[in-house]
């Protein structure tokens, strides 16, 4: 039995023809003045419930509203009527998108496409919601497709530069992304991001000119300024990396890999105490075992080998593999040409029986191999 939309009643409150009320109603909705565009399509429903115009119309005013449900029994009814309205077919597909009904959504455009093949737009919403449920080859074959329509297509190129990004291919996301600046040498956004991948590449000097051109635009920006500090970390010079991570920290907390990495510049620097300073402040969110190495290292260093001991146990009982976590321990003190510093803690924890007995055996070959 055919479903007819019946809207809630409303007074009709004038003699107006159907068409005439369609047209304000239009005006209405066109003007985002929804609630009185709803209002008329009520007004017109209640004298017409089959008007394809008005149920079409209704349907975009409650899903421009977030009345999915109301919209979705407009555009139900309508393809009762007309099983090819492209109205509703493309209209029904954006509220499922809307409700995380991706699946339904892609049937629905897909029905629209095979009427209207050229619509990019559409095309675009599918491959946004294929992304969505991680069907990343199909995704990108939509997104070529598109370009091979509009070459130039803003929401194409970034929607297939942001899909690039996460199926890990760095290289030709920079590349897609720099396509997508052209629109807006500015864009502080793709800027960061661009500069990210950059860094993710090794292409460090390219990450550092991006960095530099968001700066330009936002000189607080955070994301740029933490980028541009990780350069200087590369190149070795901890000082300007700490001058510039500074900077974040002027504005805000700042984040836990941000105190850690700011520990491991001023510990290049030997400068233990503002290192130590740094490490804390990154376990006061939480354990991190970055900053829990920095302090073993900081405090074998200083000779505080019972404080270094206890941080050390504590790393090892975080760890999911403790023999993993010694081996990066250990590459971190030769790394920092701290050899001798580790060779003592060692030796302490082997002399005060705080070893695990899984790390038992791997610490005596460790300093066995160190003699």
């Known amino acids: 039995m055919k479903t007819v939309y019946v809207p809630p009643r409303q007074p009709t409150g004038g003699k107006n023809s159907v068409i005439d009320i369609s047209k304000k109603a239009r005006q209405k909705l066109r003007a985002r003045r929804y609630a009185e565009a709803k209002e008329l399509f009520r007004t017109g429903l209640d004298m ?40 509703a077919l493309r209209g029904l597909g954006d509220v499922y998108k809307k409700l995380n009904r991706h699946q339904d959504a892609i ?4 029905r629209y496409l095979a009427l209207r093949p050229q619509d990019k737009h559409v095309m675009t919403r599918i491959a946004d919601s294929c992304k969505v449920l991680a069907l990343f080859e199909r995704a990108e074959q939509a997104y070529q497709q598109i370009l091979k329509i509009a070459p130039s297509d803003r929401f194409a190129l970034t929607g297939l530069a942001d899909l690039l990004h996460r199926m890990g291919q760095d290289a030709e996301a920079i590349a897609t992304y720099e396509k ?49 500090g990780n350069c200087y970390r590369w190149y070795r010079d901890y000082e300007k990396a700490i001058e510039i991570w500074e ?4 504005c805000s907390e700042g984040t836990q890999t941000l105190h850690t990495r700011m520990g491991d510049a001023f510990f290049n620097l030997n400068r233990l105490a503002e290192a130590e300073v740094s490490y804390r402040k990154a376990l006061d969110f939480g354990h991190d075992a970055f900053a829990m190495a920095g302090l073993v290292c900081l405090l074998s260093v200083r000779r505080e080998l019972v404080r270094a001991g206890h941080y050390f146990n504590l790393l090892i009982e975080q760890a999911h593999n403790p023999v993993d976590q010694f081996d990066t321990l250990i590459k971190r003190f030769i790394r920092s040409s ?15 029986g705080q070893v695990a007995e899984p790390l038992l055996q791997v610490i005596k070959n460790q300093l066995n191999q160190s003699i």
């Open 48 to 87: 017409e419930p089959e008007n394809p115009y008005l149920l079409s119309g209704m349907g975009d005013a409650c899903r421009e509203t977030e009345d999915f449900a109301e919209a979705e029994r407009c555009y139900q009814a309508l393809l009762e009527l007309d099983e090819k309205n492209l109205f």
């Open 107 to 110: 049937k629905l455009w897909e």
């Open 180 to 228: 997508v600046l052209k629109f807006d040498e500015n864009e502080l956004h793709i800027l960061t991001i661009i500069g990210k991948l950059c860094w993710r590449v090794s292409d460090f000097e390219k990450a550092e000119t991006y960095f530099r051109r968001a700066l330009a635009v936002d000189p607080q920006n955070p994301y740029a300024l933490y980028g541009l």
């Open 247 to 250: 900077k974040i920290l002027a």
């Open 338 to 352: 701290q050899t001798e510093d580790m060779l003592v803690l060692l030796n302490h924890l082997l002399d005060t």
